[in-house]
Structures are given as C-alpha cells and as structure tokens.
C-alpha cells in the first residue's frame, strides 16, 4: 500500500516509520525542508527506543521524505493526516494546520483516496475535513474521510505503535475501512509478528490486536475520552493521595488494595507532581471545549485540571515546609521531562516547579538523562546543569526527584548522602520506600505517604518537633 504521512512530529514521524516497517511504502511530508534534510540524512530528532533501527532500515527505500505534500497525495492510497493541533487560548484544539493541509490535498485527488485522521481533533473535525475537500472541487465519490486515533505514548512510540491494546478505524464507508484494513493487516494477522526483524514484543502485548470499526465521529470521540479518562484516574489517585497525607494512610498500600480490583486495574494510579506532556493537558481542555460547544458542561474534566495544576503547589509547599525558606538554598533536581523515558519537557510539571522555585530566590542543578538540552531552550541558563545525579546532588541543601527516570529509582543511597549537605529527599514520584530511606539516614519526603526520618535525629530538627 503507498500511503501518505503529513506531518513529522511525534505521531507522524513513528507512524510513517513503522508503517513502512510493515512492508508499506510511506512518504513522510512536512514543510519544514531543513528537518526533511536532517531525516534524509539519518538524523533522528527525537529520543524514541527503537525509532532510529527503523529508520535506518527503512529509510531510501520503504520509507522516502519530502516537502511536496501534492505529489505524495497524488501517488497514494492513504493520506495520514498528523499535523499539529495546538490549544488556543481558550482551550480549544486550533484545526488551522489540518484545514490548511485539506485544501491542499483536495487539489491532488484524481483517484480514490482515504483521507485519514491520524491528529487528535475534536468530534466533526472529520466533517469540516469533508467539507474543506468538496469546497475545492473534489469529486465526492473520488475520496472519504476516516479518522484512525493514535494511542502512543512517548518513550514507548514504536512498541506502542506495533503492539497496540486496539486499533481504532472510524470508517463511514465500507471502502475507506477496507483500505484501512488492509494498511493494519500485517498487524491484525500477526504476520509482522513473525518476522525475524520483528520489534521485541512487550509483555502484556494483545497479539493479534483487536481492530475496532466504528463510525468517524465514534472514533474521534474514542480518542479524547481515552485521554481524559487516563488523566481522571491520574486526578483521582492524587486526590487520594492528598486524603492519605491528612489522614495519615499509605497511598501506595490504597492502590494496591483499589487496583486489584479489575474493574480499576493498577495502571494509570501512580501519585505525583501531575501529568504533563503534549496530550493530556491539551486534549483535557480540547475535550472539556468541545462539549460545551455541543451543549454539554462537562464539569468533571475542570475538576480533573484543577487537581493537576493543585499537585505542583502541593509539592511546593513540601518542599517549603522541609527547608523553610528557598532563597539562597542549593537544590539539587532529578528529572526536567514530563515522564520518564523521554526527552520531551512540554508541559512538564518539573519545568513548572523548577520555575517555582527559582522564583523563590533558590539555586538549582538539574540531571536529566535526556531533557536538558530541551530544557536549556526554556529555562537558559537560570540553573545549572549537571553530568549526573550525583553532580546535581552534590552540596544541595535537598535533593527533588520530579520525574520517574528509572535510573532515578537505583541510585546509590551512599553516595548522594554523602553528595548532599543535608540528607533530605523529596521525591514527587514516590520511587523509593520511606523506611528503606529513614534506614539510609534521610529525612524523606513523598506523596500521599508520612515523612519519614532517620533513626536518633534531635526531635528539634524535626518539623513541629515531631517525626511526622
Ligand atoms: C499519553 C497517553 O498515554 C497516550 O495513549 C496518548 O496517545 C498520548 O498521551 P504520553 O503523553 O506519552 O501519552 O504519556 P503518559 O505515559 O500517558 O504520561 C502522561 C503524564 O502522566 C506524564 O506526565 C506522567 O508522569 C503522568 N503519569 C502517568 C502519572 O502522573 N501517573 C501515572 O500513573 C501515569
């Protein structure tokens, strides 16, 4: 199948490349020429396990890149649209690169093609995509609109990508879901899966994975309610977080005991300084915007934002009430990303806290295995940067751990407490266990669980004078 990606960003980029990998013939469109230029070259501009490996397998051959969105549309079967679709001020998702790349690709349709929705775009977005196409003169019956949600998430792109818990095909033809079919059927028939070449399967992989066919808006509607329902979990668990610090509960032992039930299912309920990212903050409010418009106040997603933003202010106020005052105080700092496993710091509730705390007048070094160099482009040069935890641990008055790197989960205790001036911790991602630390000589702090503090240590260097 030759297939059409428009848009090399995150989602564009991984699905025009893992397309290719299953045997497609893909060009990857994007007006930028100079990231085109990098790509073709062999440059990979994002930190994406097991994206370069197809990259250089594919690229020159299954997989080409190019600055002519006509001429791709011309010569294929699918067109994937990918583009940005940022928030506006009032929260809604701004549609102009998608119309504006439906304009465009009305003029190249002189045979049947899929049109397909690859962006995350409110519910009707498909219908304006219709309705841009016809307005150009286009041939109804030479097109249709499709809309395929992508449900990635970053750092486990491809895996995602290839092992997929479903796949969504909003199809209002039973021609246009043909061609998708057919475009996921070395997925759905598990012959991918076969190869030598094969991505690792992940374990709790779905082989084959289920193809769900619904109708456009269904589908479109499945990828906004997927992403609030994920950030309403998170939401809730902080929330419960919060109770179990007044109450003097363990968050962690409440999820186990919630999280078993499969009704609930563990995932998606770990407490922390809130979710960040290029999709769930945006997508919340786009979702929360387009129902209003449609007439229904959905009140749940404010609560759900309110929550989030309130868990950083949370953290902050933790961090005040170990060292008391910020200014002039040497903070060492774990984790600038939004998440683990990726070099990506959009919306990321550590950027937001470092900016907090600068703020308040202290010092900062940050590590972060992979997202300093974005963060550099947005914090400059306010903070230092360190090699490692270790550098940035070292002669801090505490250290923060802001984002779950697994390689922050395996620190040698020893020697950040000997790094630090003094042994505080204060760890808005829960990595370690508060006895295990107090055992170690900290003082440690976390979410929805009680302070804990070293064995001997003067009641009087305690808050209120007392372990907590
Ligand atoms: C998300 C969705 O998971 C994915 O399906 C969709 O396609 C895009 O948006 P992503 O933004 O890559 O993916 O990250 P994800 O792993 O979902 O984490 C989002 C945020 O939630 C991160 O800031 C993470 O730290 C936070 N998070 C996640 C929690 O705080 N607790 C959790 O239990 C899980």
Redesign the pocket.
Known sequence: MRIAVVGSG??GLVAGACFADLGHEVILVDNDQSKMTALRNGQVPIHEKFLPELLTRNRGTRLQFSDDLKEAVRVSAAVFVAVGTPPTESGEADLSYVESVAREISGAIDDYKVVVEKS?VPVYTSEWIRRIILRNGTDPELFDVASN?????????VT?FLFPDRIVIGCDSSRSAEVLREIYAPLTGATYYHRAEAIPQPDRALIPPPLIVTSTKSAELI?HA??AF??M??SF??AVASVCESVGANVNQVVHGIGTDTRIGS??????????????PK?VMAFRAVAREHGYDFRLLDEVMHINEDQRHRFLRKVNSALWTLRGKRLGVLGLA???G?D?IR???AIAIVQSLLQQGSKITAYDPAGMERAREVIGDHITYANSSYEAAHDADALLIL??WEEFANLDLGRVRQELKYPIVIDG?NLYDPEAMAAQGFTYYSVGRATSHPDGVPAAVLKNGKKA
Do not use: H
């Open positions: 995150y989602v995350t949600p992508e449900f990635l998430r970053e750092g486990t792109a995602d990828k997927s992403n994920l950030a979990k998170i668990i902080n995932r998606f309920l770990s407490p922390g300084i809130g979710y960040g990212g290029s999709c769930f997508d939004f998440k683990g990726t990506d919306e990321s509730p984002t779950e991602r």
